[in-house]
């Protein structure tokens, strides 16, 4: 266990310059502390919407699995049906007129880690989905109050970016916890 203490633990951060369609259009800055990370833990982030030339009116965070079967005799368009996604954790909030966003997503400590064999690979990985405009927002200043009208119609544009995560077992006392047939030594004297 020493092993994934080490192997899980924040060196340091990482940092992802997000655009759409082009280098030039960026739409946040997000920032993950780690990737690797043990079952019950959070992944935690942070989006920086700052310096973005493309407003991002939401976007959505998901934690979820991806159970590739590994099959030789199968050709390659074959094999691409055979992936299993399976949603975890979600979060999507309104960052409209927000210069940034934190969120936070579990990982559930009854899930199965990242691991790979002859005739299967389950990986996990981290999504996001992006709803853009290219329409700026008009915000008036009026001293230090600023204000602004919704516009009508509002034409998005969507896109999703993922990266992977490195999902390792969590201490055999941490599972313990969740199983009710677990013996429970505490007691108490009155």
Known sequence: M????DLTQAR?????????????SRVALLTLPKKAYKLGDDVCGFLDFTSATTPCV?????????????????????????????VHCQTAPICTFSPDSCFRLSIPLTATPTFSTD?????????????????????HLNGDLASSAAPIDVPVESFSWS???????????????????FPNRISMTV
Do not use: G, M
């Open 2 to 5: 020493s092993t994934v203490d």
């Open 12 to 24: 340091k951060s990482l940092a992802f310059a997000l655009t759409h369609n082009s280098s030039s």
């Open 58 to 86: 939401q976007y959505s965070a998901t934690i979820e699995t991806e159970e590739h079967l590994i099959d030789a005799d199968v050709e390659d368009a074959e094999n691409s049906r055979k992936k299993l996604v399976k």
């Open 163 to 181: 990266t992977d995560l490195l999902v390792l077992p969590c201490k055999p006392q941490n599972a313990a916890l969740l199983d009710n047939s």
């Open 119 to 139: 005739s299967v690979q389950l990986k996990w990985r981290i999504r996001f989905v992006f709803v853009v405009t290219e329409q700026p927002y008009n915000v």
